[in-house]
DNA sequence: TTGCTGACCGACG
DNA sequence: CCGTCGGCCAGCA
């Protein structure tokens, strides 16, 4: 029975709201799978997180998938881009500097969900 | 159904 | 510094 459909800005389910915080992240800001998943209660499930992120362009919905590097600052998914060299393009057009795969100052750059929302 | 893999992270030796 | 292991959970043969 259809009971009380509780799709508020909120979706309980782990893709989905791996795919908002990430659309969440400022331009030009960058942050990090396990901070996603910390924030989401997944302590340990960054690999969740990264596995959201191979599934998100079936979403309807752009998400910033460059906009998420492993904690040390690199572009561990790159790979999976289209061509492999956007997601670094896509940084440098926000103003991120990327030497050899690396976000350059990461952690000035890097956004917290768990501080900033 | 089981077993392995995966855009990860942290701990241990 | 390097290799290895456990944990997290979804998808697929």
Redesign the pocket.
């Given at each position: 029975m259809a009971k009380t459909i509780k799709l508020s800005e909120e979706n309980k389910d782990?893709?989905d709201h791996v795919y908002q915080v990430v659309r969440l992240i400022p331009h030009g800001r960058v942050t990090?799978?396990?901070?996603i998943?910390n924030y989401l209660g997944?302590?340990?499930?960054?690999?969740?997180?990264?596995?959201a992120?191979?599934?998100?362009?079936t979403q309807t919905e752009q998400v910033p998938?460059?906009r998420?590097?492993?904690?040390?600052g690199?572009l561990?998914?790159?790979?999976?881009?289209s061509p492999p060299d956007m997601?670094e393009k896509q940084l440098i057009a926000e103003g991120i500097v990327v030497i050899d795969d690396q976000i350059h100052d990461f952690k000035n750059h890097f956004w917290n969900p768990l501080v900033e929302l």
């Amino acid at each position: 029975m259809a009971k009380t459909i509780k799709l508020s800005e909120e979706n309980k389910d782990f893709f989905d709201h791996v795919y908002q915080v990430v659309r969440l992240i400022p331009h030009g800001r960058v942050t990090s799978y396990g901070a996603i998943a910390n924030y989401l209660g997944r302590k340990g499930g960054a690999r969740m997180v990264g596995w959201a992120m191979n599934a998100s362009h079936t979403q309807t919905e752009q998400v910033p998938a460059h906009r998420v590097v492993n904690r040390l600052g690199l572009l561990s998914g790159k790979a999976h881009f289209s061509p492999p060299d956007m997601m670094e393009k896509q940084l440098i057009a926000e103003g991120i500097v990327v030497i050899d795969d690396q976000i350059h100052d990461f952690k000035n750059h890097f956004w917290n969900p768990l501080v900033e929302l």
